[in-house]
């Protein structure tokens, strides 16, 4: 039997590597969020979007129904701010409007909620 390659192993390292340094960025990231006090501001919504959660990016694909969907929003706020993204769940998308004016709530970079304007 004849040895595996160097190449695999160094591949197999990098992998590793990278995987943990993901999953050490992820853990304090949440860390922060959890340390963050809420944040309220005054925002209008700038613009939402819907996309199948794999995001495989490809132009002929199509979406397949029972597919997860993932849920973003862009809020511009209305001190001049720059502009703040968030993902966001089904229900709270399905309820915000283009263009509506509200109360965002966000812990870190965390969404909490969005309560438009009476």
Known sequence: MSKPPL???IVLAVIAVLATRQF??????TAVNDASPVRTL???VKSKREYPSPNRRSRQREVIAGEEMRYEAWF???NGASDIKAIVG???YNQMDTG???ELKMQGSRFVSFTPAQ
Do not use: N, Y
């Not at 050490?24 to 990231?29: A, G, L, S, T």
């Open 90 to 92: 089904e229900r709270d």
């Open 42 to 44: 005054m925002v209008k």
């Open 100 to 102: 509506a004016k509200g």
């Open 76 to 78: 511009h706020p209305l």
């Open 24 to 29: 050490i960025k992820q853990r304090r990231e």
């Open 7 to 9: 190449l695999f192993f």
